[in-house]
């Protein structure tokens, strides 16, 4: 089960939406969308009808939402509520499993209540929603703003894109500027104005990039996708410097900046690829971080380092032999005559890697170019957001691609990611996912069940030979 779930975890990952955000919950919307039942509701009593055992609240149906052949106006309700009621105190009740209902139940204020009814109201386009949402992003009350946060996390970035009429340049500006603010909205914010900025905004863009202060440059990833979109090619030379070609920039923002160029290969359609991959070329000089952009050359058809890679191949070590698998992966995608004499003479240096590359993993497929100007509105719904893994602090030997986030085919065995914590995904919609060979796979599952078998009965005897039992 464990194998089933590491296989499917990495190929069967969905395409990301807004490409540096992290959705913090579901949002009411989509909850509402997963309920039998949605209603609002105000307690009779107070917490003097508060069963103390359950913890129960009687409540009194004022609004059906949703389910108004399941629940009617004025029925009475019970929901689990162990906070504070005064009577007439109103709440957002979302029932399942009819015909005995089961409710949660969340407070609203007087602007809550009106908020959510007007959800339901909403038109069905995810532009019409977003602009709605757009009002309450720095809303004071707090469940309003992280609503409308979550909303935009999970938009696909062409939508957001649509948005730009919408958009306040100068509010952004100052949102973004907020010393407060966190790493997540920043990001956001940065992805928005890369939509409606301008040239004007890039001398307050690389004073944040070159700035060392933590808060300034928080949301990194996005700071340099931010900066890259309004500067287009020509920002690749001091992203170059400060980040990819810097071998004493830390490994965080390294890995922010690849995140970066990665997002502009994909979704960014400002860069070509020609000159994206030009710079991750500097990467593949700093042996501990070359396994992290191989798999994009690949993906990106960039077939000029066979060489260069062979040298990577042969002069591994201990400390970063992981590279190994991604360099096999490459060669064997690329369809030149050279990599497949490459690939004979790699084989007698380290069977073992070509071996695990072949064993576990297709023929990489090369994701094709992103077509321009893609309308919003025939963006794939299902382009929603993968949680995303949060940017680690330095790099660890058991960092693995199959840890980044990065949508599509991973070009590497998964290594140890112990030190890996969970964070956010760029989006790219455009990679193909390739299905592992089904026998491999079944072969796979089969060894690891009979492992877990094995461990079972040695926790269940003690690890006792069965001549002592």
């Known amino acids: 089960m464990l194998a089933f779930a590491a296989v499917f975890g990495v190929l069967g990952r969905p395409a990301a939406a807004c490409p540096f955000c992290s959705a913090v919950s579901q949002t009411l919307r989509q909850e509402m969308v997963a309920m039998d039942a949605v ?11 508060r069963n103390p055992d359950t913890g ?96 935009f996390a999970s938009t696909p970035y062409p939508v957001i894109c649509a948005l730009k009429p919408r958009m306040d ?125 191989i798999p994009d050359l690949a993906r990106w058809n960039d077939w000029t380092q066979i060489d260069r890679l062979s040298e990577l191949f042969i002069q591994a070590n201990v400390d970063n032999n992981w590279v190994r698998v991604p360099v096999v992966n490459y060669l064997r995608a690329c369809p030149l005559p050279e990599a497949k004499e490459a690939l004979k003479k790699l084989e007698e240096v380290d069977p073992e890697s070509v071996r695990r590359a072949n064993t576990f993993f297709a023929i990489p497929v090369p994701a094709k170019e992103p077509a321009p100007n893609q309308s919003s509105l025939t963006r794939p719904e299902s382009t929603k957001i993968a949680q995303r893994p949060a940017v680690p602090t330095k790099r660890s030997p058991g960092l693995s691609q199959a840890a980044l986030p990065n949508a599509g085919v991973s070009l590497e065995p998964m290594k140890p990611a112990a030190s890996v914590t969970p964070l956010p995904v760029v989006a790219a919609p455009i990679a193909m996912i390739v299905p592992m060979n089904p026998w491999r796979l079944v072969s796979v599952l089969a060894m690891s069940l009979a492992t877990l078998v094995i461990m079972q009965y040695l926790l269940l005897t003690g690890g006792k030979q069965a001549s002592e039992a």
């Not at 209603?39 to 009808?49: K, N, Q």
């Not at 957002?92 to 109201?121: F, H």
């Not at 933590?214 to 890259?228: E, H, I, P, Q, W």
Request: hydrophobic content about 40%; proline content about 4%; charged content about 25%.
């Open 56 to 151: 129960e609240v009687e409540m009194k149906i004022e609004k059906v939402l949703k389910g108004d052949s399941l629940v009617s106006l004025g029925d009475t309700v019970k929901a689990i509520y162990y906070g504070d009621v005064e009577s007439g105190r109103r709440f957002m009740l979302s029932g399942v499993d009819p015909p005995n209902m089961q409710w949660s139940c969340l407070p609203l204020s007087e602007r809550g209540e009106a908020y959510v009814v007007n959800i339901t109201q909403l038109a069905d386009d995810p532009l019409k929603r977003l602009e709605f949402f757009y009002d309450y992003l720095q809303d004071d009350e707090t469940m309003l703003s992280r609503d409308a946060y979550d909303e």
């Open 39 to 49: 209603v609002i509701a105000s307690a009779t009593h107070g917490g003097a009808t």
């Open 169 to 293: 340049h100068d509010q952004l500006v100052t949102w973004m500027k907020d010393p407060e603010l966190s790493s997540d909205r920043k990001r956001l914010y940065l992805t928005m104005l890369g939509v409606c900025g301008s040239e004007a905004d890039l001398p307050m863009l690389e004073q944040m990039l070159r700035s060392t202060q933590k808060s300034t440059r928080g949301g990194l990833d996005a700071l340099v996708a931010c900066f890259l979109t309004l500067a287009g090619e020509k920002g690749l030379p001091l992203v170059d410097e400060l980040f990819l070609n810097n071998a004493q920039a830390p490994y965080a923002d390294t890995y922010a900046a690849i995140m970066a160029v990665r997002f502009h290969g994909t979704e960014g359609q400002v860069i070509p690829r020609s000159a994206l991959v030009a710079s991750l070329h500097h990467v593949l000089s700093r042996e501990d971080l070359a396994d992290l952009v």
